[in-house]
């Protein structure tokens, strides 16, 4: 061994360490999400920033508002003001959304009914607010009994205002009939009062249900509620689509002939169903249903998996993210555009099997299309994607199908859109040295040309950076020169090191190293602000984070090339990063970690099973 570490030498020392370096790395309020205003004199900016502290009773995680308000002569920006609410914005809020004249803003909030029931506990609130006059209505949702459970912001859940402004939409539970025991107890509750349908011995009868974080739901549904008063009513949908679950809901274009209509995505309700979150590939479509006719067709095409669609500004175009159905989960997909007035479906942007190089690898944007997302003049639409072992933002002209990276190349990092409003586009930025921050970005969407020259990104927030060094390696697998089209396919590693180095007898004093491969698999690890590795850092540990063959960012070449060798192949990628970084790093090779959680625990479990002389302990 080549030296003791801390936690040898004093247990009870390093963990207090560790604390210290926690809270640091996590104690910082970080932007989750944003709404842009840009007027002629200033921008606005609300976010919510999300911080950790200790003392919370709520998983550690204290939430609260924020407002940024810049001054703007054309392009430039001054330094914003800063308005922070200074108390917890209500963890009971499910859904948000600010109207498309950003005059009202509408949420959705649940509270725990007085008396318990059977079905959904929950009560829910829509709440419309003038952002002018401040004054508020307030409808309660539960009060209809129209349906159950709403769902939150997610796979499902959205609630999108109609050009109007005088209707919303949302996602809830279908409606299901009220159950009783044979055998009641005096501590049950009477659901024979009113004349709702009550169905004896049912109380404990299994529902198939969407899975992990969405066991609620079973069978979801639209809801529309006008909500002005004197117009007020919760109606459910009717699409006649009996076994399909509907979420991601839009208003849709207007026809002369049919009216109003919605657009949105519908998941086949196949038996078993085995979770849906992190299984992009279940079968859906893209449907429209008129409200005047009650008339629903579909759009997409048939054996693929959607999501995301979005109306352009002119409500000629919609485009939606696909990839094929059934194959690997987080495959490369596809940028969809429909015709409105010709109902006619084309390929925007196409699956890329490999990209040498720095060459666009592909689509893998599986937090989809931002509600606001398309260009003043309806030409381009941006939203991030994995390139590799970084995030960035895109933007693709949906006619041509160009895309342009509006990250910069020399800023390696993870970039979010968040909002875009009059062609100025609001991002956040983080890397591993340097926590969340928000920037603004001009752009001029005149074409391909005139956006990739757009590259001034304006900080709008700052952190202090950490004392933290990292790079991206570019690796190949130890099977390349045995040929085989897998070993043909390059993968990534990302080393982090602290930039304190310690010294012992005037020399440099090795470090311990904890390698990290990524659940999923189809999945990757961006070059972004993590906490866990921050604080890894700050307490001498180095770290590697692998993306191996698999990974999602990478093209579809390497999502398939893991398949029928998994364990094979992935778990020789992380040896040979962890080898190249003891050869390349001062690491103390009696103190060589591996941890990883999901299909990572599984890789942690083959390499000290395959390696065992070479790691001295694993977390998974």
């Known amino acids: 061994m080549e030296g003791s570490w801390a936690w040898e030498k004093d247990l009870n020392s390093f963990q207090a360490s560790a604390r210290s370096a926690w809270l640091e790395t996590t104690g910082i309020g970080a932007p989750t999400n944003g709404h842009l205003f840009v007027g002629e004199d200033d921008i606005v900016i609300t976010s919510q920033t999300s911080q950790s502290l200790y003392t919370s009773d709520d998983g550690c995680k204290v939430t609260s508002d924020c407002t940024l308000r810049a001054r703007r002569h054309g392009q430039e920006v001054s330094t914003p003001e800063v308005f922070v609410s200074g108390m917890d914005v209500a963890k009971s809020c499910l859904l948000s959304s600010y109207s498309p004249d950003n005059q009202y803003l509408a949420q959705i909030s649940t509270t725990k009914k007085s008396k318990p029931g059977d079905g959904d506990d929950d009560c829910y609130h829509l709440v419309v607010t003038d952002r002018r006059t401040q004054s508020a209505t307030y409808i309660n949702l539960s009060a209809q009994k129209s349906h159950g459970a709403i ?11 109609s050009a109007d402004c005088t209707k919303l939409v949302y996602v809830a539970d279908a409606k299901t009939a009220n159950t009783k025991s044979y055998f009641p107890s005096s501590l049950d509750v009477d659901t024979d009062a009113g004349s709702e349908e009550v169905s004896v011995g049912d109380e404990n009868l299994y529902r198939n249900n969407w899975g992990e974080q969405l066991t609620k739901f ?10 002005r008063a004197g117009e007020q009513s919760v109606k459910v949908v009717d699409t006649s689509l009996d076994d399909i679950s509907l979420g991601q809901p839009i208003w849709g274009p207007v ?6 209509s919605l657009v949105f995505v519908g ?13 992009t590939q279940r079968p859906s479509n893209v449907y429209i249903h008129y409200l005047k006719e ?4 579909s759009i997409g095409r048939p054996n693929k998996s959607v999501h995301s669609p979005n109306l352009s500004p002119s409500g000629d175009k919609l485009v939606f993210l696909e990839q094929d159905a059934r194959g690997p989960h987080h495959a490369c997909g596809r940028l969809m555009v429909y015709d409105c007035i010709n109902q006619k479906l084309s390929v925007s942007v196409d699956v890329v099997g490999s990209a040498p190089g720095s060459e666009f690898p592909g689509i893998f944007s599986w937090s989809g299309l931002a509600s606001r997302c398309w260009s003043k003049n309806g030409r381009f639409v941006f939203f991030e994607t994995q390139w590799r072992s970084e995030q960035v933002i895109v933007g693709v002209d949906v006619t041509t199908g160009d895309v342009v990276r509006l990250a910069p190349a020399l800023e390696v990092g993870g970039w979010a859109f968040l909002d875009i ?5 609001l991002a956040r930025y983080s890397n591993p040295c340097t926590p969340p921050t928000l920037r603004i970005l001009f752009v001029n969407a005149k074409s391909a040309a005139t956006l990739q020259r757009c590259d001034h990104w304006i900080p709008m927030t700052t952190r202090r950076s950490l004392p933290i060094e990292y790079r991206i390696v570019d690796l190949v697998p130890d099977d390349y020169k045995q040929g085989g089209a897998s070993s043909k396919i390059p993968f990534q590693a990302i080393f982090y090191c602290p930039v304190k180095r310690e010294e012992e007898g005037g020399k440099r004093k090795a470090h311990p190293l904890i390698v990290m491969p990524h659940g999923g698999p189809h999945s990757c690890v961006p070059a972004s602000y993590s906490a866990f590795i921050a604080a890894s850092c700050l307490l001498g540990f180095y770290t590697v984070v692998v993306n191996y063959r698999g990974s999602s960012g990478f093209g579809q070449d390497s999502i398939l090339s893991l398949l029928g060798k998994v364990g094979t192949n992935d778990t020789n990628d992380v040896q040979v990063a962890a080898r190249c970084a003891v050869d390349e790093l001062p690491i103390d090779t009696a103190n060589v970690f591996i941890h990883g959680g999901s299909h990572g625990g599984f890789l942690c479990a083959h390499a000290i099973g395959q390696f065992p002389s070479f790691y001295r302990a694993t977390c998974m």
């Open 267 to 279: 998941w086949k309700e196949e038996s078993p169903r085995v979770g849906l979150i992190y299984c």
């Open 218 to 227: 079973h069978h979801t549904v639209l809801v529309v509620v006008h909500w």
């Open 421 to 425: 409003d009059d062609d100025v586009v």
């Open 151 to 161: 769902c939150p912001a997610g796979q499902f859940g959205a609630l999108a205002w």
């Open 255 to 260: 026809s002369d002939s049919l009216g109003e």
């Open 294 to 297: 009650s008339m629903t067709e």
